[in-house]
């Protein structure tokens, strides 16, 4: 998938990850595992996949029966819309084909449909896939290709990180079931979180914060860190790893059902394996919220009753059966839970004390503690409570 507004082709060649098997195949199947027929009946899109050779389409054509699936739909994004240009070459799937247009095959997108044993072999899977050019260049903002979103049940791919928004932003419009590869910090987006917080969406079964591979597209600028890395786990090549990338879901599964073991406020203070929180008196007390700083989601207190601020990392732990989610600790206080805002002459002061010289430290923009006699921001924190609320704050 092309973002249209993007006017920086090194970005956009840098925004083009394209999703493994494995990693698919992994994330599908707790969904599956969760429900078996959770696509039973349902016609899947997957828009802008470039699907010829997208192992999204390849995935779900394969397993088209096992599924029960009633429909696959898979668009491409026309290469002359992209920004990024990457010397392309149709595949030897089209250009054999009688409809091959050598002029359609840049300028329009291509949709990819399965519904039927075309080739009579008794078996649906990718060899019967029909294919033909769009009327557009496929771009997911079309009429053409929003037509075939409100056809859809589930939607499922992996965008541009820098359009991840407005994809999503289009997917909910239309209230539609989703299943989408984005950042981590994609959840502190304005536009992201609320959907979270109330139960809309939420992070996906595997691979959240943790390595996964993509490949990119030939001459694409990589780390090389990234690139050697992707290599050790496998993928010579063209080829990069991203440490912060994530499924964004509303199909349910099992995973997000699963309490977060925990240890009392007592016993973390004792055996947490963390120094900041071991042998300590207390958790650290916001001076701009009403809650406990927790800078680690398995140092959360299983009996504590107040609110709690914790990494946003902690989503992919969070089971809304065990937790509340209340807002986030942010610049723009949207959930009404600030206890002081700073004034810039406090800020400032703040700022001196901290470093010594002249400056702002903007202590509105997060939870504030106060260490040694200075105020200190902590990293973005998700501000939570226990569904059981039994207990009292310490």
Known sequence: MAN????????TKNDEFYTQYHDIEKEITAYVEYNPDVFRGKTVLLPCDDPEWSNFTKFFAQNFERFGLKKLISTSYAENSKIYKSGYQPTIFETNDPQYDQNKTTKYGKIFTLTHDKTGDGK????????????G???FKSDEVKKLRDEADIIITNPPFSI?????????????????????????????????????????????????????????????KDRQKAARLGYVGDYTRLGNSCWFTNLD????????????????????????????K?????????AIEVPFTNAIPSDYGGVMGVPISFLDKYSPDQFQILGMCENVDLYSLKTKVYSTGECKKAYLKKFGKKGTYDLNASGVVFREGILVKVYQRVLIKHRNTKWKQH
Do not use: C
């Open 4 to 11: 249209s507004n993007l006017t920086n082709a090194k970005r």
């Open 164 to 224: 991840f928004r407005e994809f999503l932003a289009w997917v909910i419009e239309a209230d539609k079931l989703l299943v989408i590869i984005g950042n981590m910090n994609a959840i502190t987006y304005k536009e992201v979180f609320p959907l979270i917080k109330e139960n809309k969406v939420w992070l996906g079964a595997t691979g959240n914060g943790s390595d996964m591979v993509f490949a990119v597209p030939k001459g694409a600028e990589v780390d090389e």
């Open 253 to 280: 599964h099992g995973r997000r059902h699963q309490p977060l073991p925990l240890m009392t406020m007592e016993d973390n203070l004792k055996y947490s394996k963390h120094k900041e929180i071991k042998s300590r």
């Open 124 to 135: 649906i899977d990718v060899d019967d896939l029909e294919w033909h050019y769009l009327a």
């Open 137 to 139: 260049d496929g771009d």
């Open 282 to 290: 207390s958790y650290d007390q916001y001076e701009n919220y009403d």
